[in-house]
Protein backbone atom coordinates (compact mmCIF):
# COMPACT_ATOMS: atom_id res chain seq x y z
CA UNK A 1 0.00 0.00 0.00
CA UNK A 2 1.23 3.80 -0.87
CA UNK A 3 1.96 5.95 2.04
CA UNK A 4 0.40 8.60 2.45
CA UNK A 5 3.23 10.91 2.16
CA UNK A 6 3.59 9.70 -1.13
CA UNK A 7 -0.31 9.73 -2.46
CA UNK A 8 0.14 13.48 -1.32
CA UNK A 9 3.73 14.10 -3.67
CA UNK A 10 1.83 12.39 -6.26
CA UNK A 11 -1.07 15.27 -6.27
CA UNK A 12 1.46 17.86 -6.02
CA UNK A 13 3.29 16.71 -9.05
CA UNK A 14 0.01 16.07 -10.98
CA UNK A 15 -1.21 19.42 -9.60
CA UNK A 16 1.50 20.97 -10.62
CA UNK A 17 0.99 19.69 -14.31
CA UNK A 18 -2.58 20.36 -14.34
CA UNK A 19 -2.31 24.33 -13.16
CA UNK A 20 0.28 24.67 -16.14
CA UNK A 21 -2.72 23.84 -18.80
CA UNK A 22 -4.73 26.73 -18.56
CA UNK A 23 -2.27 29.56 -18.65
CA UNK A 24 -0.50 27.56 -21.50
CA UNK A 25 -3.44 27.53 -23.38
CA UNK A 26 -3.99 31.64 -22.81
CA UNK A 27 -0.44 31.93 -24.39
CA UNK A 28 -1.73 30.27 -27.29
CA UNK A 29 -5.20 31.35 -27.57
CA UNK A 30 -4.25 34.99 -27.29
CA UNK A 31 -1.22 35.11 -29.41
CA UNK A 32 -0.82 38.67 -31.31
CA UNK A 33 -3.55 40.12 -28.89
CA UNK A 34 -0.45 40.26 -25.76
CA UNK A 35 3.27 41.07 -26.34
CA UNK A 36 4.56 38.01 -23.90
CA UNK A 37 8.08 40.75 -23.53
CA UNK A 38 6.06 43.78 -22.17
CA UNK A 39 2.61 42.36 -21.24
CA UNK A 40 2.64 40.82 -17.74
CA UNK A 41 0.75 37.42 -17.07
CA UNK A 42 -1.83 39.25 -15.23
CA UNK A 43 -2.68 40.85 -18.03
CA UNK A 44 -4.17 37.53 -19.46
CA UNK A 45 -7.64 38.43 -17.82
CA UNK A 46 -8.16 40.73 -20.54
CA UNK A 47 -8.28 38.32 -23.31
CA UNK A 48 -11.31 36.74 -23.76
CA UNK A 49 -12.17 34.03 -21.40
CA UNK A 50 -9.43 34.68 -19.96
CA UNK A 51 -10.31 35.30 -16.35
CA UNK A 52 -11.09 31.98 -15.73
CA UNK A 53 -8.49 30.30 -17.45
CA UNK A 54 -6.02 32.58 -15.18
CA UNK A 55 -7.85 31.84 -12.31
CA UNK A 56 -8.00 27.93 -12.68
CA UNK A 57 -3.97 28.49 -13.19
CA UNK A 58 -3.62 30.56 -9.88
CA UNK A 59 -5.85 29.20 -7.79
CA UNK A 60 -5.19 25.26 -8.82
CA UNK A 61 -0.98 26.32 -8.06
CA UNK A 62 -2.04 27.77 -4.82
CA UNK A 63 -4.31 24.80 -3.70
CA UNK A 64 -0.96 22.55 -4.61
CA UNK A 65 1.78 24.78 -3.13
CA UNK A 66 -0.67 24.94 0.42
CA UNK A 67 -0.45 20.90 0.12
CA UNK A 68 3.29 20.96 -0.39
CA UNK A 69 3.63 23.12 1.90
CA UNK A 70 1.67 20.68 4.68
CA UNK A 71 3.40 18.08 3.06
CA UNK A 72 7.18 19.12 4.24
CA UNK A 73 6.97 19.35 7.70
CA UNK A 74 10.37 17.67 7.79
CA UNK A 75 11.98 21.17 6.06
CA UNK A 76 11.23 23.26 8.95
CA UNK A 77 8.41 25.74 9.60
CA UNK A 78 10.17 28.70 7.82
CA UNK A 79 10.00 27.43 4.66
CA UNK A 80 6.38 26.04 5.39
CA UNK A 81 5.34 29.38 6.29
CA UNK A 82 6.98 31.03 2.87
CA UNK A 83 5.23 28.37 0.79
CA UNK A 84 1.92 29.36 2.41
CA UNK A 85 2.92 32.95 2.23
CA UNK A 86 3.26 32.37 -1.95
CA UNK A 87 -0.06 30.32 -1.98
CA UNK A 88 -1.71 33.09 0.14
CA UNK A 89 -0.07 35.63 -2.60
CA UNK A 90 -1.60 33.52 -5.46
CA UNK A 91 -5.05 33.67 -3.95
CA UNK A 92 -5.25 37.36 -2.77
CA UNK A 93 -3.49 38.65 -6.70
CA UNK A 94 -6.54 36.05 -8.30
CA UNK A 95 -9.11 38.19 -6.32
CA UNK A 96 -8.02 41.27 -6.75
CA UNK A 97 -6.97 41.42 -10.55
CA UNK A 98 -4.91 43.96 -12.30
CA UNK A 99 -5.47 46.85 -14.13
CA UNK A 100 -5.25 47.09 -18.31
CA UNK A 101 -2.17 48.73 -18.84
CA UNK A 102 -1.93 52.60 -19.05
CA UNK A 103 -5.10 52.99 -16.66
CA UNK A 104 -4.82 54.71 -13.66
CA UNK A 105 -3.78 51.98 -10.73
CA UNK A 106 -7.27 51.11 -8.65
CA UNK A 107 -7.50 49.63 -4.92
CA UNK A 108 -7.77 46.30 -6.99
CA UNK A 109 -4.64 47.29 -8.69
CA UNK A 110 -2.36 47.85 -5.62
CA UNK A 111 -3.71 44.55 -3.77
CA UNK A 112 -3.06 42.86 -6.51
CA UNK A 113 0.65 44.58 -6.97
CA UNK A 114 1.55 44.21 -3.34
CA UNK A 115 0.32 40.15 -3.39
CA UNK A 116 2.59 39.37 -6.09
CA UNK A 117 5.86 40.93 -4.98
CA UNK A 118 5.20 39.55 -1.76
CA UNK A 119 4.55 36.02 -3.64
CA UNK A 120 7.55 36.89 -5.41
CA UNK A 121 9.69 37.18 -2.51
CA UNK A 122 8.16 34.17 -0.41
CA UNK A 123 8.56 31.30 -2.79
CA UNK A 124 12.16 31.79 -3.75
CA UNK A 125 13.16 32.25 0.17
CA UNK A 126 11.39 29.44 0.81
CA UNK A 127 13.31 27.40 -1.86
CA UNK A 128 17.00 28.54 -0.33
CA UNK A 129 15.79 27.49 3.13
CA UNK A 130 14.97 24.04 2.01
CA UNK A 131 18.43 24.43 -0.47
CA UNK A 132 20.06 24.49 3.20
CA UNK A 133 19.10 20.89 3.94
CA UNK A 134 19.07 19.63 0.36
CA UNK A 135 21.87 20.94 -1.91
CA UNK A 136 20.32 19.26 -5.00
CA UNK A 137 18.17 22.57 -4.77
CA UNK A 138 20.57 25.17 -4.49
CA UNK A 139 20.79 25.76 -8.43
CA UNK A 140 16.80 26.23 -8.78
CA UNK A 141 16.91 28.04 -5.61
CA UNK A 142 19.41 30.54 -6.73
CA UNK A 143 17.73 30.58 -10.23
CA UNK A 144 14.02 31.58 -8.84
CA UNK A 145 15.97 34.22 -6.44
CA UNK A 146 17.65 35.74 -9.12
CA UNK A 147 14.62 35.88 -11.88
CA UNK A 148 12.44 37.08 -8.88
CA UNK A 149 14.86 40.04 -8.63
CA UNK A 150 14.96 40.61 -12.30
CA UNK A 151 11.36 40.48 -12.34
CA UNK A 152 10.97 42.99 -9.43
CA UNK A 153 13.72 45.20 -11.09
CA UNK A 154 11.73 45.50 -14.51
CA UNK A 155 9.28 47.66 -13.22
CA UNK A 156 11.30 50.71 -13.20
CA UNK A 157 11.44 51.39 -17.12
CA UNK A 158 15.40 51.57 -18.05
CA UNK A 159 15.80 53.74 -21.18
CA UNK A 160 11.89 52.68 -22.54
CA UNK A 161 12.96 48.99 -22.53
CA UNK A 162 9.98 47.38 -21.26
CA UNK A 163 10.29 43.53 -20.73
CA UNK A 164 7.96 42.87 -17.52
CA UNK A 165 6.32 40.05 -19.33
CA UNK A 166 9.54 37.98 -20.29
CA UNK A 167 11.22 38.04 -16.60
CA UNK A 168 7.97 36.94 -15.50
CA UNK A 169 7.66 34.40 -17.94
CA UNK A 170 11.74 33.15 -17.10
CA UNK A 171 10.56 33.54 -13.07
CA UNK A 172 6.91 31.24 -13.73
CA UNK A 173 9.43 28.96 -15.41
CA UNK A 174 11.58 28.81 -12.56
CA UNK A 175 9.28 28.92 -9.61
CA UNK A 176 7.62 25.87 -11.28
CA UNK A 177 10.89 24.17 -11.69
CA UNK A 178 11.85 25.09 -8.13
CA UNK A 179 8.10 23.62 -7.08
CA UNK A 180 8.46 20.37 -8.99
CA UNK A 181 12.17 20.02 -7.42
CA UNK A 182 10.72 20.73 -3.60
CA UNK A 183 7.95 17.89 -4.56
CA UNK A 184 10.38 15.26 -5.49
CA UNK A 185 12.21 15.58 -2.32
CA UNK A 186 10.74 13.14 -1.09
CA UNK A 187 10.36 14.25 2.07
CA UNK A 188 8.69 12.40 4.55
CA UNK A 189 6.07 14.01 7.08
CA UNK A 190 7.46 13.85 10.44
CA UNK A 191 5.14 11.77 13.10
Do not use: C
Not at 25 to 43: C, E, F, M, R
Not at 97 to 114: E, I, K, N, Q
Not at 117 to 125: D, E, H, K
Request: net charge positive.
Amino acid sequence: MVEAGAKRRGLVVGGLVLSLVPVLYLHVVSAGQLNPVTDVISDYVFVDNGTGWLAATSLGLAAVSALLAVNLRGVGRSAQWLIGIWSAGLAVATIFPTDPSGAPTSMSGYVHRYAGAVMFVALPAAGVLIARQFPALIGIATTASISSAAFLVSHVSFAGFEARGLTERVLFASLYALLFAIAALQVRRTP
